[in-house]
C-alpha cells in the first residue's frame, strides 16, 4: 500500500471512529458511573439474590437446571471457591438449600443449624464467607413447621445442648405469644420473629459483620421456605435494618 492509500485508508478510519462517537455519545463520566455500579458490592448482592431466587423459582417448578458436578467442575474447584451467597438455614433434612435454590458446586456457603440459630460458631463461619471470600450477601432462612421452633413452643426441659438451641428461640416464641396467636398461627409467627432476632444478632454480636454492613460490603436479607410449596418468600427486615 503507498503513502496516498495509507493516507485515505487512515482518514476513512477517523472519519468512522468520529461518527460513531456522534451517533452513539458516551461520556466519561458515564462510563465510569457504569463500571463502579457493576462492581459495587450492593450491586453484586441483589445480583446474587436474583439468581436464587430464580433458582428457587425453577426448583419449586420442578424444573432444575442442569449443573456441572463432573470432574472438570471439581478440578475447577480446587484453586478456590467465590460462593455468591452465605445462607444460614435449618439442619431440617426436608430444608437442602442448594436443592430449593437450584445450586450448583461452589455457588453458596451453607451454614446449617436446627433453628437457623447463630452462636459463635454460627457467627464465626459467616464471618469467613463475608470477610474472607468477600460474599456480598447473607441470608437468614427459616421454614414452617420448623421442629426446634415447635419444640420450644411447646415447652418442658430438653436434654443436654439442645436447650442451647431452645434458649436461642425462647425470646422469638415469647413475642409470638404476645401477640395473642395460637396452635399453627403461633408457630408461624414464632418461625419469623426467630429469623428476625436472628439477624439482629448478626450485627450485635459480630463486630465483622456489623462493620461490613455499615460500609455496605454486604447485605442481610430474611427469607422463609414453605416445605408444600416449595417457595422461597422474602421478610419483612427488622426495624432498624
Known amino acids: 500500500m503507498n503513502r496516498t492509500n495509507k493516507a485515505v485508508f487512515l482518514g476513512i478510519l477517523l472519519f468512522l471512529f468520529f461518527a460513531a462517537l456522534y451517533a452513539f455519545p458516551v461520556s466519561s463520566t458515564e462510563l465510569s458511573q457504569q463500571s463502579s455500579t457493576e462492581s ?3 450491586f453484586k448482592a441483589d445480583e446474587a439474590l436474583k439468581k436464587l431466587l430464580d ?4 426448583f419449586a417448578a420442578g424444573l432444575p437446571a442442569q449443573k456441572d ?6 478440578t475447577a474447584l480446587l484453586k478456590g471457591q467465590s460462593p455468591s451467597a452465605v445462607l444460614l438455614s ?12 437450584d445450586q450448583g458446586l461452589g455457588d453458596i456457603f451453607v451454614v446449617r443449624v436446627a433453628g437457623n440459630v447463630a452462636d459463635p460458631v454460627t457467627l464465626g ?4 464467607a463475608a470477610e474472607h471470600l468477600n460474599v456480598p450477601l447473607i441470608i437468614v432462612m427459616g421454614h414452617d413447621r420448623c421442629g426446634a421452633v415447635a419444640a420450644t413452643i411447646q415447652g418442658g426441659k430438653p436434654e443436654g445442648n439442645i ?18 396467636k395460637k396452635g399453627d398461627d403461633l408457630l408461624e409467627a414464632a418461625v419469623i420473629e426467630n429469623v428476625k432476632n436472628v439477624i439482629a444478632s448478626l ?11 455499615k460500609e455496605k460490603k454486604v447485605k442481610i436479607v430474611a427469607a422463609k421456605y414453605s416445605l408444600s410449596t416449595g417457595k422461597v418468600e422474602l421478610l419483612e427486615q427488622p426495624k432498624g435494618r
Open 40 to 42: 459495587t458490592p450492593a
Open 55 to 58: 433458582g428457587n423459582q425453577r
Open 69 to 74: 458436578v463432573g470432574a472438570a467442575r471439581r
Open 90 to 101: 435449618c439442619s431440617d433434612s426436608r430444608v437442602p438449600p442448594e436443592l430449593v435454590l
Open 125 to 128: 463461619s459467616i464471618e469467613y
Open 163 to 180: 436447650r442451647s438451641i431452645v434458649a436461642k428461640i425462647a425470646p422469638a416464641v415469647r413475642k409470638a405469644r404476645a401477640s395473642g
Open 203 to 213: 450485627t450485635r454480636e459480630s463486630k465483622i459483620i456489623k462493620q461490613l454492613v
